[in-house]
């Protein structure tokens, strides 16, 4: 038992104290097991001999094949010059290949002959080098570059045909190329003329005004509104009529009144007061007198007709004594073309087809007018829309 003890105390120091020789090869040794470094392939000996003997093979056949090249051209020229001689035509002469499209085939056999006689005799050549020791590998790539060779000169002979280039002088007729002068006028090219057809522009107008009965000094404000037409004749010329409904409002001396009427006033009234209702047709025609892109000023003139709708009138009276107050009647005044119409349009173009305007006018009466037989004449600023109906470039 004591020496078990001793066994175990022993083994028991030993690996609690080891006395071990550290050595860095065994480590290294170690490491590389655990991470192997990849082996370069060695490429051997006898593929790096073959393929230097394959490409020193290679460059000798070139070599030796490209005189027997050179020898199949020759015999091809060779070929070529008999035939000229046989057809008794000079060695320099080239066929008219463009005058004559039928001899196409006769070349070309004759060439394919030619390129079959100079196969033949490169055989019995090649037969005669084989006797006398030459590789089979030279033979072979000699036939191969003589075909290739002969090919193409076939194939320029066929698709590249050679074009004389010698040609006859051509002579030229005197020809006189000196120019006389022209005398006279030079007649003036008009300018084609196309047809437009008229051009309608809608206008919603409102027009305020100051209306007065001739003599009287006094007036009274006044207005209207309506829907106006507006024709285009010309680039300047235009004719605008339509109608509208206006309020005619004027004061004035009772000597001004003079209605045609058998009745006569008990008590004269001093001042007299009309609310008229009147339906305005006017024809005017305005003449442009400058235009731009986008403004315009016209002046017009024309005559108006009035219809009188409703006329009513009031008396006023200055004394105690009083007489009739309100007088009125419908519908029994028309005014055919009665009224002068002067106006001077000033236009602003918003776009193609539409524009905004203000008109200052004067409406002159040529007669008198409704039931009380004034000259009744009115001064103001009429404010319009305009709108191309047809979407024209104005």
């Known amino acids: 038992m004591k020496e078990g003890k001793d066994i175990d105390k022993l083994f028991k120091d030993g690996l609690e104290n080891p006395d071990l020789p550290f050595n860095d090869l065994d480590w290294d040794h170690l490491e590389e097991r655990l991470h192997p470094s990849p082996k370069r392939r060695v490429v051997p000996l006898i593929w790096l001999t073959a393929v230097a003997a394959i490409a020193a093979l290679l460059l000798v056949v070139f070599l030796l094949a490209k005189p027997s090249a050179d020898q199949s051209k020759n015999n091809l020229v060779k070929a070529k010059t008999e035939k000229d001689k046989n057809t008794d035509r000079p060695l320099n002469d080239k066929p008219n290949l463009i005058k004559k ?49 002969d090919n193409n000169q076939l194939a320029n002979v066929i698709h590249k045909p050679e074009i004389r280039t010698e040609t006859e002088p051509i002579a030229f007729e005197e020809q006189n190329i ?4 022209a005398y006279g006028k030079v007649a003036k090219i008009n300018a084609p003329i196309f047809k437009r057809k008229p051009r309608l522009i809608l206008s919603i107008l409102a027009a305020p005004d100051l209306t007065s009965v001739q003599k009287s000094g006094q007036s009274s404000l006044s207005g209207g509104f309506g829907l106006e037409a507006t024709v285009i004749l010309t680039k300047k010329l235009s004719v605008t009529t339509g109608a509208s409904y206006a309020k005619k409002i004027y004061n004035s ?7 045609n009427t058998n009745y006569v006033f008990g008590i004269t009234p001093s001042n007299i007061h009309a609310n008229c209702d009147v339906l305005d047709i006017p024809i005017n025609l305005n003449y442009k007198v400058f235009d731009n892109r986008r403004n315009s000023i016209s002046v017009s003139t024309g005559l108006s007709s009035y219809l009188m709708l409703k006329e009513k009138y009031s008396f006023s009276y200055s004394g105690a004594y009083q007489g009739p107050q309100d007088f009125e009647i419908r519908n029994e005044n028309q005014h055919y073309l009665g009224i002068a119409n002067i106006g001077v349009e000033f236009q602003h173009k918003i776009n193609h087809n539409l524009s905004i305007s203000a008109k200052p006018f004067m409406k002159i009466p040529l007669t008198n007018i409704g039931y009380g037989n004034t000259r009744l004449s009115s001064t103001g600023v009429a404010v319009s829309v305009n709108m191309n109906l047809f979407g024209r470039k104005n």
């Open 101 to 149: 499209p039928a001899d196409d085939t006769t070349s070309t056999g004759n060439a394919e002959e030619n390129l079959l006689a100079g196969n033949k005799n490169t055989d019995q050549a090649d037969h005669t080098q084989k006797g006398d020791g030459t590789s089979i590998t030279q033979t072979i790539s000699s036939k191969v570059m003589k075909a290739g060779r």
């Open 178 to 181: 000196v120019f006389e002068p």
């Open 253 to 259: 001396d009772f000597r001004l009144y003079k209605p």
